[in-house]
């Protein structure tokens, strides 16, 4: 595959207790939302 293939977006949909237990995590780590994200996909 092609990088030219991927936009380097991704959408993702989660229950909304999730999506608050994500932000709460990474504004106590002091990192970005996206970053939080991907510490958990790694």
Known sequence: MEK???SG???LRM???L???LMEKSK???ISNES?????VK
């Open 28 to 30: 106590e780590e002091g």
């Open 19 to 21: 999506h608050k237990e």
């Open 4 to 6: 030219e293939n991927f």
């Open 36 to 40: 939080i994200l991907f510490i958990f």
């Open 9 to 11: 977006q991704f959408k």
């Open 15 to 17: 229950p909304k207790s």
